[in-house]
C-alpha cells in the first residue's frame, strides 16, 4: 500500500476508533483514569444501577489503578495531565511542630500538629526549630518538599509517617 493510499484511509478510520472506544464503556476508562476522578464520576451518577456498575467496574480496574501510580514522577504525571499537577503543586500544607526529636546524626524528626511525621532529608545544622514553630510543607525541584518556618529556616523534608 503507497503512502498516499494511507492518508486516505484516515478519515474513515479516525471515527472508527472513536466509535470503539465509546462502545468500551466505563471499564475502560475505569482502567485508565486516577482513582479520585473515578470515584467523583461515579459518584455523579444518580442512577442506582449505573453508579454501582460504574463502582464496581472501578474496584475492578484497582490493581491496575496502583501498579499504573508505581515509580510516578511529577514529571510524568505532568505530562499525562498539566492540569491536574499544577493544582496540586500550588497547595502547601500548614501547621505548627507539635514535637521535635532530634536524630543521632543531629537531624531532627518533626511532628506536625495534624499527626503527621516527617524528617529532615539533609543535615542543616546551621538551622534551628522549636516546638510550637507555625511551618509550611512546600513543594521543590524534582518532586522535593520543604519544611519551612519562614524565609532563613528552611530543609528537605520526607514524610515517614
Known amino acids: 500500500m503507497t503512502t498516499h493510499g494511507c492518508r486516505s484511509m484516515?478519515?474513515?478510520l479516525a471515527p472508527l476508533g472513536a466509535l470503539v472506544l465509546a462502545m468500551a464503556g466505563a471499564p475502560v476508562l475505569a482502567a485508565i483514569e486516577p482513582l479520585a476522578d473515578g470515584l467523583r464520576r461515579c459518584s455523579l451518577e444518580s442512577d442506582e444501577g449505573?453508579?454501582?456498575a460504574?463502582?464496581?467496574a472501578l474496584a475492578k480496574a484497582l490493581p491496575k489503578i496502583q501498579s499504573d501510580q508505581f515509580g510516578m514522577t511529577v514529571d510524568?504525571?505532568?505530562k499525562r495531565d498539566p492540569v491536574a499537577v499544577s493544582k496540586s503543586e500550588n497547595e502547601?500544607?500548614?501547621g505548627k511542630i507539635a514535637a521535635l526529636m532530634e536524630t543521632p546524626g543531629g537531624g531532627y524528626i518533626f511532628t506536625l500538629d495534624n499527626g503527621q511525621i516527617w524528617m529532615q532529608a539533609e543535615l542543616r545544622t546551621n538551622i534551628?526549630?522549636?516546638v510550637g514553630d507555625a511551618v509550611q510543607i512546600e513543594h521543590g525541584a524534582m518532586s522535593?518538599?520543604?519544611l519551612a518556618a519562614d524565609h532563613h529556616r528552611k530543609t528537605r523534608v520526607k514524610r515517614i509517617q
Do not use: N, Q
Request: charged share 25%.
Open 10 to 12: 484516515m478519515p474513515v
Open 50 to 52: 449505573k453508579r454501582l
Open 54 to 56: 460504574c463502582f464496581d
Open 76 to 78: 510524568i504525571a505532568r
Open 92 to 94: 502547601s500544607l500548614s
Open 128 to 130: 534551628r526549630f522549636v
Open 144 to 146: 522535593s518538599l520543604w
